[in-house]
């Protein structure tokens, strides 16, 4: 059964947070004072010797005129200051809900707004609005004072918040918003404003007095001239985007200025979309009012806009980056007012801008731009760990695409599969009586094994994308479980992600044909029409580039290249530099330099395009542009390699490029292409998990523990001692089996490992116990600080010792020093020791098994020379022959048969096991229960124990 969480992610309607609720009614006067606080965190491990700090925590002292309020603990300065003010407003007894008003309510509410929008005290505030009605009151002649319906429409937030209460349509429709600022303003305050009747503007109908006029015209005396860089976007998809100058004179309304680029006269034929891009920028569509608006005000309301604007005449390229419908030419430009200063507010807009706002509008090119690799990066198919991820989260990434098509903030719900709602017993019995696979996260990446033998907490992710009136567009349910919720909610976001990406990466695949694989990827579309509306104005882009003529690369690929080459797109191939022997493999993360160049042939014509200094990526995940990964895959570190490839599209090309007017002219001969240069400087090397788990599933650590708990069940068991027992991942496992162990012990000279090791044994004693399991014969569990080439009495004469993946981490002479001490002194009647085959290392760091034929042709010497250990704390690895010469060796010597195993690979088949291990057994007799070392003292430090009888 599933038990699904709670909703981790943003609510569909936005509220104000305690701390701003505060804010409004005390503003300066609430005072807030954090202070850390320090605790011991010895409840999450009773017993455990080792003093343990507890993570950082803050408290939040609020003092009100009112009151003073303390919250509680936090692990965040933030969720403090917001706890001791929601703790004050319950004492305060502060009504914090909100109550949309009614239509007729927001009408009322709309006369006021406008009526307070023409005052004196308005004019004087610091308000993006009020700086365009003091601007319209420097305009010359006739338009002295005339302030466009449009602006006010546009720059007053409250004012378009009641218009949406009245009217939700007015979200994609500004002309509705102006029929009711028309209406209020001709019906309700027809004695205070002037309203046009044949052009959209308002004035005030008696004048600001003068001694305020004057006061504003000397503010600013300046006469300077500003040269603003915008974008024109033609209506029609056949015609270019284009770049403009716009001149403006501070002694001008640049509104003014704006209308005269579009054709018109003044601003008041102008109408202005929402904000673009951030919530700091200034960056509008400006686009043509409708060439005959109706008389009466009311028609725009009643009418809409279809009446209004002559058919064909949307601006489907402006519409699709705004969300609004936008007809006629448009100009694109960041310019306007801001609360922070009343001085003209200005950044350029330039074509490169224009193609980067079209590219953050789909999953690949938000992540493209997070990265600053817009010809190189893309988006990885496989979300491995936090730390190997570059660039943009998952997560992040699907929260942008919807903020990007105003959508509401996904909903991430944490999903319990293995759990009831009420019974935690239950529902781990569930777990080890299904015979269901499921994903486990191993480092970041789900590997399938058998749940029976997991613990119970894992997580599952779903999420929901929902419109801003709350309707269900996509639902998302990926099947794999992970141990931390975080990775259950990036792995599921990068399913969403990748499935949508799909089809914006590719102008011919049909809607019907994405919605088919939707059941590949678990995702469900629940409303057509709503998703349709995205891609549709996206495939406008798409089929947009053989419009503007520029999309030659790919043309000439299909015309020119042979199948090898359209296959791999690397053309011209050359690498310098001597072989070092440091190669990237499945992965690691190399970090590269490079630079982008597009060339005409035979013409001498290089254009640099991009650059980068440092660039790391994670080889194995499609993090890089699969012809770029192929060439690194073939370089070692310092070589340089060059070539040449067709496959780029013009988008990409202007998103990257800075001289847009030099780009069109190259892309429009007949032969060009694109040229890289890259310099692999380093090779971060993969974990040795991660290396394993490119080739094995269940990964080598699983199949480990599977063999050991083989062996003990076999023996019937009731000791065990782990030697090098680390965080006690053996110990833990064994905890999931129905095993005859009743003593089991762990010894390790890390404190930090033993800690971890006892927090996650207690947790899962504890559990098993409420739980009521029955088939664990477990009484006791000792944790011991020490080196295991030192002999402790305590644990002389165990039936059963293990030491896996642990001598590699001592140097050669301290194994054998352990080997000796394990069979002379500790004397377990059973040892199982299991370290790296370096053999195999040739297989796991070029991901790609050799065959037995290609094993015998080859020169196995000069193989293992260009392997590396597969850890960097590994001392030493050891050949098959080396192993089994040290094993043959011990074994004779302590009276020990000995036999050889492993797991990863086969014994048969070249180069063995991946994991090799030696299985040491004896003869039992009495004479192994008397200790014949009685005088040597206990060298091990107790750090942990439990005890059933006093659990």
């Given at each position: 059964m599933e038990t699904k969480g709670p909703v981790v992610d943003a609510p569909k309607k936005s509220t104000l947070t305690p701390k701003a609720i505060i804010h409004q009614k005390f503003g300066n006067k609430a005072c807030y004072m954090v202070e850390e606080v320090k605790e011991d965190d010895q409840t999450e491990c009773p017993g455990l010797s080792i003093p343990q700090t507890g993570p950082c925590l803050y408290r939040c002292t609020l003092q009100l005129p009112e009151l003073s309020v303390i919250s509680g603990t936090f692990k965040k300065k933030k969720d403090a200051e917001q706890s001791a003010a929601e703790i004050a407003i319950e004492k305060l007894g502060i009504c914090t809900e909100t109550v949309d008003p009614t239509p007729q309510e927001a009408q009322e509410s709309l006369v006021v707004r406008v009526e307070y929008l023409f005052s004196e005290k308005f004019l004087i505030?610091?308000?993006?609005?009020?700086?365009?009605?003091?601007?319209?009151?420097?305009?010359?002649?006739?338009?002295?004072?005339?302030?466009?319906?449009?602006v006010i429409a546009a720059y007053d937030a409250k004012l378009f918040s009641l218009c949406r209460c009245i009217n939700p349509e007015v979200e994609s429709n500004s002309l509705l918003v102006i029929g009711h600022i028309m209406r209020a303003a001709?019906?309700?305050?027809?004695?205070?404003?002037?309203?046009?009747?044949?052009?959209?503007?308002?004035?005030?109908?008696?004048?600001?007095?003068?001694?305020?006029?004057?006061?504003?015209?000397?503010?600013?005396?300046?006469q300077e001239c500003l040269q603003v860089a915008a974008i024109r976007i033609p209506s029609s998809v056949e015609q270019s985007i284009e770049a403009v100058t716009l001149h403006i004179s501070l002694k001008e309304y640049y509104l003014d200025i704006i209308a005269n680029e579009l054709g018109f006269e003044d601003a008041a034929n102008v109408l202005i979309s929402r904000n673009l891009g951030k919530a700091s920028s200034e960056m509008r569509l400006f686009f043509a009012a409708p060439n005959s608006y109706a008389l009466d005000p009311s028609s725009i309301v009643s009418n809409g806009k279809e009446s209004l604007y002559s058919e064909g005449s949307l601006n489907l390229r402006a519409s699709y980056?705004?969300?609004?419908?936008?007809?006629?030419?448009?100009?694109?430009?960041?310019?306007?007012?801001?609360?922070?200063?009343?001085?003209?507010?200005?950044?350029?807009?330039?074509?490169?801008?224009?193609?980067?706002?079209?590219?953050?509008?789909t999953p690949a090119g938000i992540y493209k731009l997070s990265r600053e690799a817009i010809l190189t990066a893309e988006l990885p198919s496989r979300?491995?760990?936090?730390?190997?991820?570059?660039?943009?989260l998952p997560r992040d990434i699907l929260c942008m695409f919807c903020r990007q098509h105003r959508l509401s903030e996904p909903l991430f719900s944490i999903i319990h599969p293995f759990k009831t709602p009420s019974e935690s017993s239950e529902s781990y019995l569930k777990v080890a009586a299904s015979g269901m696979n499921m994903i486990e996260c191993v480092n970041g990446a789900s590997v399938a094994t058998n749940s029976k033998h997991l613990d119970s907490e894992v997580f599952k992710c779903e999420i929901k994308l929902t419109s801003r009136f709350g309707d269900l567009i996509l639902q998302c349910s990926p099947k794999g479980c992970y141990k931390k919720q975080n990775d259950a909610i990036q792995n599921a976001s990068l399913t969403l992600l990748s499935w949508m990406n799909k089809y914006f990466k590719s102008m011919i695949v049909p809607f019907e044909q994405l919605d088919e694989t939707g059941d590949n990827f678990e995702v469900q579309i629940c409303s057509e029409t709503i998703f349709r509306e995205i891609f549709d104005g996206q495939s406008i882009h798409n089929g947009q580039l053989d419009g503007i003529r520029c999309n030659k690369l790919v043309e000439s690929i299909y015309m020119n290249s042979s199948y090898d080459a359209l296959k791999t797109g690397v053309r011209s191939l050359n690498i310098e530099g001597s072989d070092s022997g440091n190669c990237p493999c499945s992965g690691s993360l190399p970090c590269i330099r490079y630079s982008v160049s597009l060339v005409?042939?035979?013409e001498n014509i290089k254009e640099v395009i991009e650059v980068c200094n440092e660039f790391e990526f994670e080889v194995g995940v499609g993090a890089v542009i699969s012809y770029v990964e192929e060439v690194v895959m073939q370089m070692s570190v310092g070589q340089h390699a060059y070539f040449t490839t067709n496959l780029l599209t013009s988008d990409l090309i202007f998103a990257s490029a800075g001289d847009s007017v030099k780009m069109l002219a190259l892309l429009s001969c007949k032969d060009c292409y694109m040229e890289y240069e890259i310099g692999l400087t380093k090779v971060a090397e993969p974990p040795e998990e991660r290396m394993e788990q490119a080739l094995f599933s269940p990964p080598l650590s699983k199949q480990r523990v599977e063999f050991a708990v083989q062996h003990i069940i076999e023996s019937h068991a009731t000791t065990l001692v782990d030697f090098g027992c680390g965080s006690g991942s053996l110990l833990e496992a064994l905890l999931n089996y129905p095993i005859s162990l009743e003593k089991i012990a762990g010894v390790d000279i890390s404190q930090k490992g033993l800690a971890r090791a006892a927090k996650v044994l207690n947790s899962k004693l504890v559990t098993n116990s409420d739980a009521g399991v029955q088939w664990t014969s477990i009484k006791s569990v000792v944790l011991y600080e020490g080196s295991i080439t030192n002999f402790c009495s305590r644990l002389?004469?165990?039936?059963?010792?293990?030491?896996?993946?642990?001598?590699?981490?001592?140097?050669?002479?301290?194994?054998?020093?352990?080997?000796?001490?394990?069979?002379?002194?500790?004397?377990?009647?059973?040892?199982?020791?299991?370290?790296?085959?370096?053999?195999?290392?040739?297989?796991?760091?070029?991901?790609?098994?050799?065959?037995?034929?290609?094993?015998?042709?080859?020169d196995d010497q000069s193989l293992?020379?260009?392997?590396?250990?597969?850890?960097?704390?590994?001392?030493?690895?050891w050949t098959r022959e080396q192993f089994r010469q040290w094993a043959s060796e011990l074994a004779a010597r302590h009276n020990y048969n000995v036999e050889f195993s492993g797991v990863g690979g086969s014994a048969d088949?070249?180069?063995?096991?991946?994991?090799?291990?030696?299985?040491?057994k004896r003869e039992w007799n009495l004479e192994d229960d008397v200790l014949k070392h009685t005088d040597i003292e206990h060298h091990y430090n107790v750090i942990w124990e439990w005890n059933s009888g006093n659990k």
């Amino acid at each position: 059964m599933e038990t699904k969480g709670p909703v981790v992610d943003a609510p569909k309607k936005s509220t104000l947070t305690p701390k701003a609720i505060i804010h409004q009614k005390f503003g300066n006067k609430a005072c807030y004072m954090v202070e850390e606080v320090k605790e011991d965190d010895q409840t999450e491990c009773p017993g455990l010797s080792i003093p343990q700090t507890g993570p950082c925590l803050y408290r939040c002292t609020l003092q009100l005129p009112e009151l003073s309020v303390i919250s509680g603990t936090f692990k965040k300065k933030k969720d403090a200051e917001q706890s001791a003010a929601e703790i004050a407003i319950e004492k305060l007894g502060i009504c914090t809900e909100t109550v949309d008003p009614t239509p007729q309510e927001a009408q009322e509410s709309l006369v006021v707004r406008v009526e307070y929008l023409f005052s004196e005290k308005f004019l004087i505030c610091d308000h993006p609005l009020s700086g365009h009605i003091r601007a319209c009151l420097w305009r010359k002649g006739d338009l002295c004072g005339l302030v466009p319906i449009s602006v006010i429409a546009a720059y007053d937030a409250k004012l378009f918040s009641l218009c949406r209460c009245i009217n939700p349509e007015v979200e994609s429709n500004s002309l509705l918003v102006i029929g009711h600022i028309m209406r209020a303003a001709s019906t309700k305050l027809h004695e205070s404003l002037v309203v046009s009747e044949q052009h959209l503007w308002i004035r005030k109908q008696s004048p600001y007095p003068q001694d305020i006029i004057e006061s504003l015209m000397k503010e600013d005396g300046s006469q300077e001239c500003l040269q603003v860089a915008a974008i024109r976007i033609p209506s029609s998809v056949e015609q270019s985007i284009e770049a403009v100058t716009l001149h403006i004179s501070l002694k001008e309304y640049y509104l003014d200025i704006i209308a005269n680029e579009l054709g018109f006269e003044d601003a008041a034929n102008v109408l202005i979309s929402r904000n673009l891009g951030k919530a700091s920028s200034e960056m509008r569509l400006f686009f043509a009012a409708p060439n005959s608006y109706a008389l009466d005000p009311s028609s725009i309301v009643s009418n809409g806009k279809e009446s209004l604007y002559s058919e064909g005449s949307l601006n489907l390229r402006a519409s699709y980056l705004s969300g609004q419908d936008i007809f006629g030419d448009a100009i694109l430009a960041s310019i306007g007012y801001t609360r922070k200063s009343r001085d003209l507010f200005y950044e350029d807009v330039t074509v490169q801008l224009y193609y980067r706002m079209l590219l953050g509008k789909t999953p690949a090119g938000i992540y493209k731009l997070s990265r600053e690799a817009i010809l190189t990066a893309e988006l990885p198919s496989r979300f491995t760990t936090r730390a190997n991820w570059k660039g943009s989260l998952p997560r992040d990434i699907l929260c942008m695409f919807c903020r990007q098509h105003r959508l509401s903030e996904p909903l991430f719900s944490i999903i319990h599969p293995f759990k009831t709602p009420s019974e935690s017993s239950e529902s781990y019995l569930k777990v080890a009586a299904s015979g269901m696979n499921m994903i486990e996260c191993v480092n970041g990446a789900s590997v399938a094994t058998n749940s029976k033998h997991l613990d119970s907490e894992v997580f599952k992710c779903e999420i929901k994308l929902t419109s801003r009136f709350g309707d269900l567009i996509l639902q998302c349910s990926p099947k794999g479980c992970y141990k931390k919720q975080n990775d259950a909610i990036q792995n599921a976001s990068l399913t969403l992600l990748s499935w949508m990406n799909k089809y914006f990466k590719s102008m011919i695949v049909p809607f019907e044909q994405l919605d088919e694989t939707g059941d590949n990827f678990e995702v469900q579309i629940c409303s057509e029409t709503i998703f349709r509306e995205i891609f549709d104005g996206q495939s406008i882009h798409n089929g947009q580039l053989d419009g503007i003529r520029c999309n030659k690369l790919v043309e000439s690929i299909y015309m020119n290249s042979s199948y090898d080459a359209l296959k791999t797109g690397v053309r011209s191939l050359n690498i310098e530099g001597s072989d070092s022997g440091n190669c990237p493999c499945s992965g690691s993360l190399p970090c590269i330099r490079y630079s982008v160049s597009l060339v005409v042939e035979g013409e001498n014509i290089k254009e640099v395009i991009e650059v980068c200094n440092e660039f790391e990526f994670e080889v194995g995940v499609g993090a890089v542009i699969s012809y770029v990964e192929e060439v690194v895959m073939q370089m070692s570190v310092g070589q340089h390699a060059y070539f040449t490839t067709n496959l780029l599209t013009s988008d990409l090309i202007f998103a990257s490029a800075g001289d847009s007017v030099k780009m069109l002219a190259l892309l429009s001969c007949k032969d060009c292409y694109m040229e890289y240069e890259i310099g692999l400087t380093k090779v971060a090397e993969p974990p040795e998990e991660r290396m394993e788990q490119a080739l094995f599933s269940p990964p080598l650590s699983k199949q480990r523990v599977e063999f050991a708990v083989q062996h003990i069940i076999e023996s019937h068991a009731t000791t065990l001692v782990d030697f090098g027992c680390g965080s006690g991942s053996l110990l833990e496992a064994l905890l999931n089996y129905p095993i005859s162990l009743e003593k089991i012990a762990g010894v390790d000279i890390s404190q930090k490992g033993l800690a971890r090791a006892a927090k996650v044994l207690n947790s899962k004693l504890v559990t098993n116990s409420d739980a009521g399991v029955q088939w664990t014969s477990i009484k006791s569990v000792v944790l011991y600080e020490g080196s295991i080439t030192n002999f402790c009495s305590r644990l002389h004469g165990f039936d059963i010792g293990t030491c896996l993946e642990v001598i590699e981490h001592m140097h050669e002479d301290q194994a054998c020093l352990f080997g000796d001490v394990a069979l002379s002194c500790f004397c377990p009647r059973i040892l199982i020791v299991s370290t790296p085959n370096f053999e195999y290392n040739v297989v796991l760091q070029k991901s790609n098994p050799p065959t037995q034929e290609q094993h015998e042709e080859s020169d196995d010497q000069s193989l293992l020379q260009s392997c590396k250990f597969r850890n960097h704390d590994h001392k030493f690895e050891w050949t098959r022959e080396q192993f089994r010469q040290w094993a043959s060796e011990l074994a004779a010597r302590h009276n020990y048969n000995v036999e050889f195993s492993g797991v990863g690979g086969s014994a048969d088949v070249e180069p063995g096991f991946a994991s090799q291990i030696a299985v040491f057994k004896r003869e039992w007799n009495l004479e192994d229960d008397v200790l014949k070392h009685t005088d040597i003292e206990h060298h091990y430090n107790v750090i942990w124990e439990w005890n059933s009888g006093n659990k």
